[in-house]
């Protein structure tokens, strides 16, 4: 009697794993295409136990997924992509199901699950690089190169969110933050492209997310002088409205706004898709080589040129510039601002962001502010 109650349990018990198994969906698969890299979303029920093959001759990726179930509709033809040919989806065993991204070359993979957020239900991310690129080096803090006379200096215009990360919605045309963003960085690109004075670098380019730690690394891997993040703001209560330029706090939110932003840009990461593994510890040794150094006193000055110009014909949030300690900010010897154009949760703010001449208006203030700034402290770009 023991033996047949202690089968009956044994049995319930694989009876459950196998049920509970085979209730994970693939609800949807997205595509991402980065300069250096692609990145393959699955959007699912839940976590699920997953294990990732690599073959050759052809060279492809399999991504076994235990207990999953695939909706219909998943894209099987890709256009366009330097490293995908197609997918393929069938059963591979009876409690396995499996996906195939046929390729066209080898690649290196990375491929992490992402929790819930506010964004997104639980995602399997999948990474393809190049198999022969070269790891992308270090961020230094060394000071950019001073500028020569008849030399440029370097402008990093940092898009906000991106890819995954469709940052504050717009609450009623449901406009995505990160295209407008994009949009009004490359209008300052141009502005600055036609100056002889200036060298603009788009840290993002296209519709892909960028970890906030890069954006920093990438400007300066590029050499830049200044740093401006372009964001638009969003706020539960759909009245609150106007622009404001943030630079970096080492103590303390000067608001209470300011402070939610810092944290809501923050977490950026979270909706962007970014393994835990891939967070670095560098956060207090970067605020103490920025409290040795002047970066914090000129990004002050460089944020209020900003803000003086904006100020010209747009409602500030503010009178004054805010610091809070945005994560993006965080770059040892590089004037760094963060300029939140506007509220895109008060409809009437929302649909200015999403008219081209407003973009440009808001692109050519920054313009001046970086004209103004590079006027009044050349000794900044010397002593960089």
């Not at 066209?104 to 990474?127: C, H, I, M, T, W």
């Not at 995954?164 to 009004?184: C, H, R």
């Not at 002889?196 to 960028?210: A, E, G, I, M, T």
Request: include cysteine.
């Amino acid at each position: 009697m023991k033996r047949t109650f202690a089968s009956f349990v044994l049995l319930f018990i694989l009876t459950c794993q196998i049920a509970g198994a085979a209730s994970v969906s693939v609800k949807n698969l997205r595509l991402w295409n980065a300069p250096d890299s692609t990145r393959v979303v699955l959007d699912l029920s839940s976590s699920v136990e997953h294990r990732i093959t690599m073959f050759s001759n052809p060279p492809r990726v399999a991504i076994d997924l235990r207990g999953g179930k695939l909706y219909s509709g998943l894209p099987k033809t890709v256009k366009n992509n330097p490293y995908i040919k197609r997918f393929r989806y069938g059963q591979f065993d009876k409690n396995v199901v499996r996906i195939v991204i046929d390729l066209k070359r080898e690649v290196k993979v990375k491929s992490f699950q992402l929790k819930p957020n506010a964004s997104y239900g639980y995602r399997l991310v999948v990474d393809l690089f190049d198999k022969y690129s070269a790891s992308p080096a270090p961020a230094t803090i060394a000071r950019p190169k001073p500028v020569t006379p008849g030399g440029k200096i370097v402008v990093a215009i940092d898009a906000g969110h991106g890819g995954e990360d469709p940052g504050a919605l717009g609450k009623k045309y449901k406009t995505k933050e990160k295209t407008v963003v994009l949009s009004i960085a490359r209008e300052l690109e141009k502005l600055l492209a036609k100056d002889k004075n200036f060298k603009p670098y788009l840290v993002r380019n296209s519709d892909y997310y960028v970890a906030l730690r890069n954006r920093t690394r990438l400007a300066s891997q590029q050499n830049a002088h200044l740093f401006i993040s372009i964001h638009a703001d969003a706020f539960k209560n759909s009245k609150a409205r106007g622009a404001s330029v943030f630079t970096l706090s080492d103590r303390g939110a000067t608001s209470e706004m300011a402070r939610w932003l810092a944290n809501k840009e923050n977490s950026s990461d979270l909706a962007g898709g970014v393994s835990i593994k891939d967070k670095d510890d560098y956060t207090a040794k970067t605020l103490f080589d920025l409290s040795k150094d002047k970066t914090m006193e000129y990004s002050l000055i460089f944020g209020k040129s900003i803000h003086k110009e904006i100020g010209k014909f747009a409602r500030m949030h503010k009178k004054n510039v805010e610091q809070a300690r945005f994560v993006v900010l965080k770059t040892p010897n590089i004037a760094s601002v963060l300029v939140e154009t506007g509220f895109i949760s008060n409809p009437g703010e929302e649909k200015k962001l999403r008219s081209k001449s407003y973009q440009k208006k808001i692109a050519r203030a920054i313009y001046k502010g970086i004209k103004d700034f590079r006027k009044k402290h050349p000794e900044w770009f010397l002593d960089s």
